[in-house]
C-alpha cells in the first residue's frame, strides 16, 4: 500500500498559502451553550450544527488522522475543541494491517482491533474509542462528508448532518481502484482492500476457497499472495508489466522474490491484461479471462491495481492536475485560508528533490499529520522535508520458512549496484550523476536499516566501480557510510 507520484519542478518564492482568518475573533460561549435552552436564556439563536467541538475538525479516519488527533492532544487542543468525522465504523487504525497480519491464517495469530489502533505502528499509545472519550475528542463514524460551504466554513454530510469548522484538516487517503462493472470489477468473490470490512470480507473467502487470483504485481498484490500461500491456497498473481513491483524493483531484484515466491507455491502469469471475469450460474466469480485468451480458475479474486485519492468532494480546494491530490505548501495549507490536507490526498512540495509529489505510504500519513498540527498550532515556521521511505514485510506469519522484510530510502533513479545473494541477505543502490539517490536493503540488521536514511538524504558521492566490487551488502554498506563521512569532513 505505498507509492510515489512526482509532478513538476518547483518555482522558487511560490507559496499557495493565503493568510488564514480562521476561529479569530470568535467570542468564547460558557460550556452550558451545549443546551438549546441555556442558548435561549443567554439571548443567542441555537443553530442546526451537528458537532459540539466546531474549532478544529479532522475529515477522514486514517492514519493521518490518528496522528493529527495525538499531536492536538500534546498540544492541550483536543479537549472539547477538536471533531473527527469518518465514513468508517472504527477509530483510526494503522492501515498497513490489513494486507499484512490481518489476513493470516486463522491459527497464526492474525492481527485484530483494537490491537493496531493509532499510533502504536510508531511505538505509540493505543488509541481506542474509548481514549478519545477521555480526551474530549468528538467523533462522528460512518457519516461520510459530501459537501463543503468554504463561505461558511460548513460541511454536509451523507445524513444530512451540518458541521461547522474553524480550522478543517481534511485527510480522506485514497480509494481503491477498481475493475469496470461491464468486464465483472463486482461481482461477488472479487475484493478491494482499503479498510476493515473489505478484509473481513476477503477473511470470509479465504476460509472457502481453493484457488485464488490476485490481480497486480504491486505491494497489494505482493502482501495478500504471502498471506494467501498461508492458508496453502492454490494462489496465482496476474500483471501487465514484466516483474513484481516495477515502480521499485529492479529485474534482477524482481526475479529473486519472485523465486521465493515460487518456493511457497505462488504462480505469476505476467504481461497479461484482463479480457473479463467470469461467473457461475449463481453470479459468482469461476475464473479470469485473460486478453490472450486463456482462462484461470478462481473462487476468490483481489484486485491490487492502485488507488486514487479521495479528493470528492474537495474539488474547489484545489486539485493538482499532475500527481492529483490536494495542493498544499510545505506546512500542508491549501490555497483556501484555514483548510490543509495532509497523507496520501496531500500533493505537497517534495524539498528535497524540488518537485510536487503525492506519496501513499503509513510514514509520510503520520510525519504530514504532525508536522501540518505542530504548524497549525504553533509560530514554528519550517517546512515540510520529507525524505520518501517505503517497506514491506510479508510471510511473517508462524511456520513461515522465512520472514521477509524490505526498507528503500530516497529516490529510485540512475543506475543501480545490487550486491548480495538475497539469502541471507540484498542491498540495491541508486546512483545518479556520481550522487548516491537511494538504497533498498533487504534482511539487514536494526543498525543496518538505521543506517540507510542517512545515506539517502546524505546524497554522498560514490566511486560506483569500487562499490561494485563490494563482496558483501556489509561491506557496501560500510564504504557507503565512509563516503557519508568523508563528504562531512570536506
Known amino acids: 500500500m505505498a507509492s510515489i507520484s512526482n509532478s513538476l519542478p518547483l518555482k522558487h518564492g511560490i507559496s499557495l498559502w ?6 479569530l475573533n470568535r467570542t468564547r460561549l460558557p460550556s452550558s451553550f451545549g443546551s438549546s435552552a441555556s442558548a435561549r436564556r443567554y439571548g443567542v439563536v441555537s443553530c442546526a450544527f451537528a458537532n459540539e467541538n466546531r474549532e478544529f475538525v479532522i475529515v477522514g479516519g486514517g492514519n493521518a488522522a490518528g496522528y493529527a488527533a495525538r499531536t492536538f492532544v500534546e498540544h492541550g487542543m483536543a479537549d472539547g475543541k477538536l471533531c ?13 494491517a490489513l494486507t499484512k497480519g490481518y489476513l493470516f491464517p486463522l491459527d497464526k495469530k492474525p492481527a485484530r482491533l483494537p490491537g493496531f489502533h493509532t499510533c502504536v505502528g510508531s511505538g505509540g499509545e493505543r488509541q481506542t474509542p474509548d481514549w478519545y472519550k477521555e480526551k474530549g475528542i468528538e467523533m462522528l463514524y460512518e457519516d461520510p462528508v459530501t459537501g ?3 463561505e461558511k466554513q460548513t460541511l454536509m454530510t451523507n445524513s444530512g448532518k451540518l458541521l461547522k469548522y474553524g480550522s478543517l484538516i481534511i485527510a480522506t487517503g485514497c480509494t481503491a481502484s477498481r475493475l469496470p462493472d461491464k468486464i465483472g470489477g463486482n461481482l461477488p468473490g472479487v475484493h478491494y482492500i482499503r479498510d476493515v470490512a473489505d478484509a ?9 476457497a481453493r484457488k485464488v487470483v490476485i490481480v497486480g504485481g504491486g505491494y497489494i498484490g505482493m502482501e495478500v499472495a504471502a498471506a494467501a500461500a498461508g492458508w496453502k491456497l492454490d494462489t496465482t498473481i496476474i500483471f501487465p508489466e514484466d516483474h513484481l513491483l516495477q ?4 529485474p534482477t531484484l524482481a526475479r529473486r522474490y519472485e523465486e521465493f515466491y515460487q518456493e511457497n507455491g505462488v504462480k505469476f502469469v505476467k504481461g497479461a491484461s484482463i479480457k473479463n471475469i467470469e461467473a457461475g450460474s449463481d453470479g459468482h466469480v469461476t475464473a479470469v479471462k485473460l486478453e490472450n485468451g486463456s482462462t484461470i480458475e478462481a473462487d476468490t479474486i483481489i484486485i491490487g491495481i492502485g488507488a486514487k485519492p479521495a479528493v470528492s468532494p474537495f474539488e474547489r480546494v484545489g486539485i493538482n492536475t499532475t500527481v492529483g491530490g490536494i495542493q498544499v505548501d510545505g506546512q500542508f495549507r491549501t490555497s483556501v485560508p484555514g483548510i490543509f490536507a ?4 496531500a500533493a505537497f512540495p517534495l524539498k528535497m528533490y524540488n518537485r510536487i509529489a503525492r506519496v501513499e505510504h503509513v510514514d509520510h500519513a503520520r510525519r504530514s499529520a504532525q508536522h501540518c498540527i505542530n504548524a497549525l498550532l504553533t509560530a514554528k515556521t519550517h ?16 511456520g513461515s520458512p522465512r520472514k521477509i522484510w524490505w526498507q528503500f530510502f530516497g529516490d529510485n533513479v540512475g543506475e543501480t549496484v545490487e550486491i548480495g545473494n538475497f539469502d541471507p541477505k540484498i542491498a540495491t543502490f541508486w546512483i545518479d550523476s556520481g550522487k548516491l539517490k537511494g538504497v533498498l536493503l533487504e534482511s539487514g540488521s536494526p543498525e543496518e536499516f538505521q543506517l540507510l536514511p542517512k545515506l ?3 546524497q554522498p558521492h560514490v566511486d560506483m566501480t569500487k562499490l561494485q566490487k563490494a563482496s558483501s551488502v556489509e561491506e557496501a554498506l560500510e564504504l557507503a557510510h565512509a563516503y557519508v563521512q568523508a563528504g562531512a569532513a570536506v
Request: glycine content about 2%; some cysteine; charged content about 25%.
Open 18 to 23: 493565503c493568510p488564514q482568518h480562521a476561529s
Open 84 to 96: 473527527i468525522v469518518s465514513k468508517e465504523a472504527f477509530a483510526p487504525y494503522e492501515r498497513p
Open 148 to 150: 463543503i460551504d468554504i
Open 200 to 208: 473481513d470480507s476477503l477473511i470470509s473467502s479465504l476460509e472457502k
Open 247 to 250: 515502480r521499485l524493483f529492479t
Open 342 to 345: 495532509i497523507g496520501d490526498v
Open 383 to 398: 517546512l515540510y522535508d520529507y525524505l520518501p521511505y517505503f517497506y514491506s514485510r510479508v510471510f511473517e506469519y508462524e
Open 456 to 458: 539517502a538524504r546524505s
